[in-house]
């Protein structure tokens, strides 16, 4: 059957969704593959494993997850050991979590010799106790192994789609955080695929693996977004839109690009003001630093009220208010880095960490490519 060039087009780029289903092995590996007995292994270990955890914050069945995991790579085209080890990507930290106790021996025990091909990579995708996100992250970032870097970071990305995917019952700062983790890896992703292909394969069509899954990622986590400051949870603040919109307009032209870590400018009294260091207002979420979190949203709706004084806005328009604007301002990083071939916050990268795998302190405002 030939379709036609507007339909494979819509093909590429189709946003892709969730079942929220478990889905069945047969979904995942083709049974003639020679893997395919491994991989009904794996799955059963997987799936009873995954039948002592609680409900996903949606409600799905915890099964789930992994199962979409290794469905979006299978239609990435990722190698069948790549898909079974999406299978297994959480395995040891929910083992751990549930029994206390090392994970690793009871999937030595099930697949003994087959272990080995899937060893590594489990390892990698294994985020260790006391290990920051940001440091997790970069670990896969700079594995040496070649490979393995990239089919964790294949992992990593449909790990990431599938969890943006799930978040419809989440508040608006809940969507907010998924996506902001979101952006420090696809901004990671971003920056790998300039080193490896450089600015040139930016030619409008999807080239490889890593282009595919990041471009979905990328799509997703937009959506996200986009539901975010479409659908506020108060009513009567959509006046503000204009406002907020071309003043991130009026930013990006002063500054160059998003600023990752820039402080506040307490004396700026234009709404370009809300969007000084709105990454490192969500590094301080990430880092569970409750109290400078809440310091700068009061900061920000201190600010607000002052602005927009005539509309006498409540407390929760507020609100309304400056997640439409963080949303807002993350949907427009996430089109440029999809977007701009040359485009990646520089300061943002797990290259650029400090020793702690935190966001350096800088002076002034950091510059971004793009």
């Known amino acids: 059957m030939s379709f036609s060039q507007e339909y494979q087009s819509y093909r590429r780029l189709e946003n892709w969704s969730s079942f ?83 994970g690793m021996k009871e999937l030595s025990k099930q697949l003994r010799g087959d272990l080995v ?7 990698l995708l294994t985020r260790e106790n006391e290990e920051s996100y940001y440091g997790y992250i970069s670990r896969i970032f700079k594995e040496k192994n070649l490979g393995h870097r990239q089919a964790a970071i294949h992992i990593k990305l449909a790990d990431r789609i599938h969890n943006v995917l799930s978040i419809e019952t989440f508040n608006g700062q809940e969507r907010i955080y998924e996506c902001f983790k979101n952006l420090f890896i696809l901004n990671n992703v971003k920056k790998y695929l300039l080193e490896l292909y450089g600015p040139q394969m930016w030619n409008g069509k999807i080239n490889n693996v890593t282009e595919m899954l990041f471009n979905k990622c990328i799509k997703a986590t937009y959506d996200a977004c986009i539901h975010i400051y479409h659908h506020p949870s108060v009513s009567g603040v959509e006046k503000t839109y204009t406002l907020l919109q071309l003043a991130f307009k009026k930013f990006m032209y002063l500054y160059s690009g998003l600023e990752a870590v820039t402080d506040i400018r307490q004396k700026e009294s234009h709404l370009v003001k809300l969007y000084l260091g709105i990454v490192r207002k969500y590094d301080a979420l990430l880092h569970h630093e409750a109290k400078e979190f809440k310091l ?5 709706l201190q600010f607000c009220k002052r602005f927009f004084k005539d509309y006498h806005f409540s407390s929760e328009q507020l609100k309304a208010i400056l997640d439409y604007k963080d949303a ?7 089109a440029r880095l999809l977007y701009n071939p040359n485009y990646f916050m520089s300061l943002f990268v797990a290259t650029e960490l400090s020793r702690h795998n935190r966001i350096r302190k800088t002076n002034g405002f950091d510059k971004m490519l793009g």
């Open 20 to 102: 929220h289903k478990v889905i069945p092995l047969e979904g995942l590996i083709d049974v003639r593959s020679s893997l395919f007995p491994l991989a009904k292994k794996v799955y059963t270990l997987v799936r009873e494993l995954y039948e002592h955890l609680p409900l996903r914050k949606n409600g799905e069945k915890p099964f789930v997850h992994p199962t979409h995991v290794a469905y979006f790579l299978r239609k990435a085209g990722c190698h069948d050991l790549v898909v079974l080890a999406g299978l297994l990507h959480d395995y040891l930290e929910e083992h751990h979590d549930l029994y206390h106790r090392d």
């Open 117 to 123: 091909l899937l060893k590594p990579l489990i390892i």
């Open 296 to 300: 700068r949203e009061r900061q920000e």
């Open 328 to 334: 807002y301002a993350f949907k427009e990083m996430l």
